[in-house]
């Protein structure tokens, strides 16, 4: 099993490029499906959950060239399924993109139920619910798999009763050829949704709004060819922020969208942090102790969940009380326990986890419990004192790609390895 092995206490320096956004792919590489005419993705993260999506539409017979690392070319003319079985999908719950793609293009889908990060309940009744409201008959056949057909589509007015990023999407593909117009209330606004309609648009979709509480969808009859870059992960370059804040070192992460960070920027200001934004880069610089403040999780442009164990580990090394609180999901603290092996303090009560900040974490063996709070396990291991070793990698490696080899490029002490004799030789080395 593969594990990262860790030698904490080195500030990062330096700069590193952040890759396509991960939550942005998993809806554009659905949506490409969606024509009968090539499509070309790129700046498609090199990570499991991207190949997980392709593997499934290759599945159903689309044809995927995979160009290069990061770009790949897809044409839904060859689909010969509408059916997408439980062992392609099922480490990621984006397969319900699926639903929203097949249903919208062929009218019927029959995908497996959801897996992914387990965070907490996670269930998709809107999305359900609003695929009834454009006409579709839905069952959930034995086995979990949701089964979603009509005869026609035609387009409703919907308004969400929470805020979805899946649901939003999910409803753009499906409506987005539907007969009549759609509007989806109550809509959610992170960067990817409005990727993905901008890439639906560039296939010839008529979204208006994205970005905004009210999408309106023009129908079309169908999509052609397009090809199209993915936006830069908002995620994993908070992540690298973050990991300059904790090292106490002075990172710039290259080839962002600023406006995208202004959440996790004005937090590490409060924190202390010295934050320089340019064009496409925004530098993190933190040099003495960082100051402690609270965060609460909500939907953009409020502080991202998926932002929220990373800032824990922050606020764990700050001066004074900080507090955590979750508002998205009801299951966001698995990260608490092992981080309190490394020598954290603090509780969590209800959807607050109340940090009591520390000078210094110490080196552990650690377990990612998912993905986000696994990176933020890394980010804890590099500030530690000594050697940590984290276990479960394959979670982070679902969302960020080559994230070891773009920590050593910054100076991090950091290797994957697969057996005991493996990491002697990294301590060795590493001295
Ligand atoms: C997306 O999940 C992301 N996943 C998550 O990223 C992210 O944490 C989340 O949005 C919030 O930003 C992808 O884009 C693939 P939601 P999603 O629907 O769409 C409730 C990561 O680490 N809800 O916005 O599943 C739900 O339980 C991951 O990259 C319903 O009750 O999130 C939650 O409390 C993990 N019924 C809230 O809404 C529904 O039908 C928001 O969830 C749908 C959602």
Redesign the pocket.
């Known amino acids: 099993m593969e594990q990262y092995i860790i030698k904490g206490n080195k500030p990062l320096e330096g700069s590193v490029k952040i890759s396509g956004a ?2 942005a792919a ?1 809806g554009i590489l659905a949506a490409a499906i969606m024509a009968d005419e090539p499509v070309t993705v790129e700046n498609v993260p090199d990570v499991r959950d991207a190949h997980v999506i392709l593997s499934a539409i290759k599945g159903v017979g689309a044809t995927v060239k995979e160009v290069d690392k990061n770009t790949v070319e897809i044409n839904g003319k060859t689909i010969t399924s509408v059916d997408i079985q439980y062992e392609q999908v099922k480490k990621i ?2 397969s319900y993109y699926l639903i929203g793609a097949l249903l919208g293009k062929y009218h019927e889908a029959k995908v497996a139920l959801p897996g ?2 387990d ?9 359900l619910k609003a695929f009834k409201a454009l006409g579709a008959e839905v069952d959930i056949l034995a086995g979990g798999i949701v089964w979603a057909r009509a005869k026609k589509l035609t387009g409703a007015h919907i308004y969400f009763d ?6 939003t999407i999910n409803l753009m593909l499906a409506a987005c050829m539907a007969e009549g117009d759609t509007i989806l209330e109550n809509a ?1 606004k ?1 960067p ?1 949704i409005v990727d993905v309609a901008n890439f639906l648009n560039a296939m010839g979709a008529k979204i208006k709004g994205a970005g905004t509480d009210v999408i309106r969808i023009k129908a079309v009859e169908k999509l052609h060819k397009a090809t199209y870059s993915i936006i830069p992960d908002q ?1 994993e370059a908070g992540t690298f922020m973050i990991a300059a804040a904790v090292t106490r070192g002075n990172v710039t992460v290259c080839d962002v969208i600023p406006k995208h960070l202004e959440s996790i920027s004005a937090k590490l200001i409060e924190m202390g942090c010295e934050v320089e934004e340019g064009d496409d880069t925004v530098r993190v610089c933190a040099k003495g102790r960082l100051r402690s403040t609270n965060i609460k999780t909500l ?1 953009y442009p409020g502080f ?3 932002m929220q164990p990373q800032m824990a580990v922050a606020l764990a090394l700050a001066e004074g009380t900080s507090m955590v609180t979750e508002s ?2 009801d299951n966001r603290f698995r990260y608490v326990d092992e981080l309190t092996r490394m020598g954290g303090q603090g509780k969590v009560e209800g959807n607050t986890f109340y940090v009591d900040g520390v000078e210094g974490l110490t080196g552990a063996q650690v377990a990612a419990p998912d ?2 709070a696994g990176a933020a396990l890394v980010l804890a291991a590099l500030a530690a004192e000594g050697y940590s070793e984290v276990e479960d990698i394959m979670y982070i490696q679902r ?1 960020y790609e080559d994230f070891d080899e773009k920590l050593r490029g910054l100076g991090a002490r950091i290797e994957i390895v697969t057996s005991e004799h493996d990491a002697q030789k990294f301590r060795l080395k590493v001295g």
């Open positions: 991960k939550n998993l719950r984006a992914g990060c965070i907490g309940s996670r269930p998709i009744d809107m999305h929470m805020v979805s990023v899946g649901a959610a992170e990817h995620i939907p991202p969940t998926d998205v999901f993905l986000r969302g």
